[in-house]
């Protein structure tokens, strides 16, 4: 049974496990598990996401009921209407806070403006050797995105060299290599925390809030937060 966040007649929100694909995809042909089918199946009523969010990454994920509520919700997000926070931990130690300005590339090769705000919640050193260092170094950090470009906030961190752990794509394949082998954790330590938007019929401020999975919250007790 997925967590269901929210609910009320228009739309629903869950907390998306890690791994969980939103919808079909040629990609993955081979997963017969999708977070939209299984919402139908709990639900018995028709569901379209609104959003999207990386397979690995897990947290608020937001449906709509009818396709009316489906379009208007997918103009605030196209807009930058909607405020997103997300968790993360990350290689290094970040600063205190940061913005970081970095456009990015589209498929197409079209660049598009990309912003992304962030601040360090926590940090901690392991007695652990990682190539030519002595200890291995991480930070926890709350990021808002303000933009909302495909795989912004891994390609953002990636770019100003402190990777998002258990990212396969833009992260540090040595920091992946040694979650994996020493705590058996490939998760990718992405979780999308909270939006908050205008409802699209009663336009009454909503804040909606995932708890941080099981994966995450066994990494943080290994950093001692």
């Avoid at 990386?54 to 379009?71: M, P, S, Y």
């Avoid at 806070?97 to 456009?103: F, G």
């Avoid at 598009?112 to 930070?139: C, M, V, W």
């Avoid at 912004?152 to 040694?178: M, V």
Wanted: glycine residues 4%; charged residues 25%; neutral net charge.
């Amino acid at each position: 049974m997925l967590d269901i966040l929210f609910r009320d007649e228009h739309l629903i929100a869950i907390n998306k496990p890690h791994g969980l694909l939103v919808h079909r995809s040629s990609i993955a042909a081979d997963v017969e598990e999708f977070a939209l089918q299984l919402l139908r199946d709990q639900t018995g009523q028709w569901v379209n996401p609104v959003h999207r969010l990386d397979r690995k990454t897990g947290g608020v994920l937001l449906f709509a009921f009818n396709k009316q509520i489906e379009a208007a919700m997918q103009k605030q997000f196209a807009e930058n209407l909607v405020k997103k926070k997300y968790l993360a931990i990350v290689r290094g130690y970040t600063p205190d806070q940061e913005d970081i300005d970095y456009p990015l590339r589209k498929e197409n090769g079209t660049l598009q403006e990309a912003f992304t705000s962030y601040r360090t919640l926590k940090q901690a050193e392991l007695d652990i050797p990682l190539g030519n260092h002595p200890s291995s170094r991480y930070s926890l950090v709350e990021a808002t995105p303000s933009t909302g470009r495909m795989h912004q906030l891994r390609k953002h961190f990636s770019h100003i060299f402190h990777p998002i752990i258990g990212d396969r794509t833009h992260g540090c394949n040595k920091q992946n290599r040694l979650f994996k082998e020493k705590w058996q954790m490939d998760t990718m330590l992405l979780h999308a925390s909270s939006v908050t938007f205008n409802h699209p019929i009663t336009n009454e401020i909503l804040v909606i809030e995932a708890p941080l999975q099981e994966e995450f919250l066994r990494v943080m007790e290994l950093m001692e937060w």
